[in-house]
């Protein structure tokens, strides 16, 4: 094995690809030398957290799911990311991921910078979540070790506080009710999305009820997964969404499946509702090459299928060369990943940001988190104080003790 992953790496230098894929190359050559590209990888671990909440889809439920929190050392120095790697399964066993994780330990960043960077192209095998979470933790890793904040060696420098997006998920009324009563009360009722299910009856009863707690003024818009599927034409599709815009929605995600030169004269038949495409994005290198301009005016980065990160903001980026706008999804996060993603989120000048700590589901890694580079202010908004790599702080002897499960690599 290990002679196997030496050829390899020596194979990839003499390709020289490395810089020219991956931002943490070209962010220290000519700065602060190459030093920190030899730091080698002595400790991978592995934190299962466990969440019992239910979560509701048009396509099924979540009755619970299986995260990883992972923790990637150098030395004294670390990376923390975050991955949803399983649901409905109270006994799963990281596995596969201990095998993906276990070729990194012992390189040194340089070299598993190269390894990662190898499978983030069109036409990768590689689980997108495997791909994204070491992405995360090597950008914490190596921002630490240089002393930059990760949103600096990813060429993000949005400052601004971004409003969070607080997210329904539930098809009974009532618990809608409760939900949107629950948003006002955290100040996050000013940002509301919730998911629809392709009935519209039943889709309609959930935006009334939301409006009818939150009120006209507040900004809400709705998932629905590609849900509505008995449609023959545009227009009447149109006319779907159009019933769906005069009861006060404002912008709609994934409506349904559609062309490219669907989803730019659906945009235009609808006039001021916002069309958001998410599915066409993802992953990023695959986005950069599917979308263009008039598909909508807001684009959808979703959290577990971007698969890179210096390819999600070079997507951020030709979003705004269309005039249009990014947000940053959710994939039900609760741990270190909304951190990071929040600050992605604030550099890239996003309209909201969905990745949020949850009350409920995030209590027990909010009793472990020591300090984090991003604040919900008291308007609901999300600010950030930058530090080096993502900057989260836990307590990893408490961590361990609250989760499911513990192993290193």
């Known amino acids: 094995m290990k002679k196997n ?56 439920t979540w009755h619970n799911r299986q995260h990883l929190f992972i923790k990637i050392s150098a030395g004294d120095f670390y990376g923390w990311t975050e991955t949803p790697a399983s649901k409905n399964n109270p006994n799963f066993k990281p596995t596969a991921w201990v095998e ?53 060696l990813l060429g993000l420098n949005g400052l601004s506080a971004v409003p969070g997006l607080y997210c329904i998920l539930d098809k009974d009324e009532k618990k809608v009710r409760e ?38 003024e507040a900004v809400v818009i709705s998932d629905v997964n590609k849900g509505y599927k008995k449609w023959k034409s545009l227009e009447e599709l149109q006319s779907i969404l159009n019933r769906f815009k005069e009861n006060g929605l404002g912008a709609i995600e994934d409506p349904a499946h559609l062309r490219t030169n669907q989803w730019i004269q659906l945009q235009e038949m609808v006039g001021d509702l916002t069309l958001i495409p998410d599915a066409p994005l993802r992953p990023a290198w695959k986005g950069l090459k599917s979308i263009h301009p008039g598909m909508g005016r807001i684009f959808n ?22 005039n249009a706008k990014v947000m940053i999804g959710d994939d039900s996060l609760v741990g270190p990943a909304c951190s990071a993603w929040q600050q992605i989120a604030i550099g890239a000048g996003a309209t909201w940001v969905e990745a949020i700590e ?29 530090i080096a790599g993502f900057g989260v702080e836990l307590d990893t002897d408490r961590l361990e003790k609250v989760s499911e499960l513990y192993t290193e690599v």
């Open 301 to 322: 980065l979703h959290p577990s299928t971007m698969g890179s990160f210096k390819d999600t903001v070079d997507l951020a980026n030709k979003v705004k060369e269309m």
């Open 179 to 216: 939900e949107a009563e629950k948003s006002i009360e955290q100040n996050l009722g000013h940002h509301m999305k919730f998911k629809m299910y392709g009935d519209e009856k039943v889709d309609m009863k959930l935006l009334k009820t939301i409006r009818g707690v939150l009120g006209d």
């Open 358 to 386: 949850k009350n409920e589901e995030s209590q027990l890694y909010l009793e472990c988190l020591k300090s984090k580079p991003t604040k919900k202010e008291a308007n609901g908004y999300y600010s950030m104080k930058p």
């Open 5 to 60: 992953r030496r050829d390899f790496i020596k194979s990839m230098s003499a390709l020289g690809i490395a810089g020219a894929t991956y931002p943490l190359f070209t962010s220290c050559l000519g700065r602060t030398g190459t030093e920190y590209l030899k730091e080698k990888i002595t400790k991978i671990e592995i934190f299962r957290y466990d969440i019992n909440i239910p979560r509701y889809f048009s396509w099924g």
């Open 100 to 152: 993906y994780l276990k070729q990194f330990k012992g390189l040194t960043i340089g070299e598993a910078q190269k390894l990662l960077a190898s499978e983030q192209i069109l036409g990768s095998k590689r689980s997108l979540k495997m791909l994204e979470s070491m992405d995360m933790a090597l950008l914490d890793l190596s921002g630490r070790l240089q002393n930059k904040p990760a949103i600096d």
